[in-house]
């Protein structure tokens, strides 16, 4: 079975500019949810999407946006780039009916550097 | 807000040394995860404890789950430099408000 594919796996773009990251996750799974990881905050829960709906959101500013699609795809999007995104972003999918076994499944994440 | 506090930050260890890391909060979690992640990739779930007081084996790996459900241990025996990476604890806040509370990690080097 594919695991969670994220793309690009690396980016470059400058302050002011927006960006769309892509997740897809385990075929059947239909929780989405995206962190943000930096060496000084570590793993920062984003949002989580479930069948098509926002779920539950961190606490980031509304330039930090997401969705879902019909398919489960999601993607992210950071408007008006700040110096402080440069992150690992990672998403993860599972089956989302929050049991303690509902394993999320890491992608191996989208590098972004804001220069 | 609920936090868990990793420790140490940074091991660094020989072959065949055993270690223990530490997981703790002063929240009461559901469930608590342990992940492995490798540069350049992202985590990989080693272990999910539920029950206070568990204590689950995983080949030379030994996670426990506190009693009250706010902290945990992971304690690898006779370290192989396979074992290298950041772990990383996380916590489940169960019910409508689910979302995974992690940790900073603890990036352990194994030395051959």
């Known amino acids: 079975k594919a695991g969670v594919t994220q793309t690009p796996r690396y980016l470059i773009k400058t302050r002011g500019q927006q960006v769309t990251l892509s997740c897809s996750p385990i075929?059947?799974?239909?929780?989405v949810s995206w962190y943000q990881q930096t060496p000084g905050q570590g793993l920062q829960f984003l949002f989580e999407?479930?069948?098509?709906?926002?779920?539950n959101k961190g606490n980031f500013p509304g330039r930090f946006s997401g969705r879902q699609f019909s398919n489960s795809r999601s993607e992210m999007n950071v408007s008006t780039l700040e110096l402080g995104d440069s992150a690992l972003y990672l998403c993860?999918?599972?089956?989302?009916?929050?049991?303690?076994?509902?394993?999320?499944?890491f992608g191996p994440g989208t590098r972004l550097t804001v220069l | 807000t609920q936090l868990l506090e990793q420790s140490p930050q940074f091991l660094s260890i020989q072959e065949g040394e055993n270690l223990t890391v530490y997981c703790n909060s002063s929240?009461?979690?559901?469930?608590l995860q342990w992940y492995r992640q490798e540069p350049g990739e992202g985590p990989v779930l080693l272990v999910t404890?539920?029950?206070?007081?568990e204590v689950k084996k995983l080949k030379r790996l030994t996670f426990q789950f506190g009693d009250a459900r706010k902290d945990s241990s992971l304690h690898i025996t006779a370290a192989q430099p396979g074992d290298t990476g950041l772990y990383l604890c996380?916590?489940?806040?169960?019910?409508?408000?689910?979302?995974?509370?992690f940790g900073k990690g603890t990036l352990l080097t194994v030395n051959p």
């Open positions: 404890v539920v029950t206070g007081g």
């Open positions: 993860a999918s599972s089956w989302g009916d929050r049991g303690p076994t509902d394993t999320q499944y």
């Open positions: 075929s059947g799974h239909r929780s």
């Open positions: 996380a916590g489940d806040s169960g019910g409508s408000n689910y979302k995974l509370t």
């Open positions: 999407y479930f069948s098509e709906t926002q779920r």
């Open positions: 929240s009461v979690f559901s469930s």
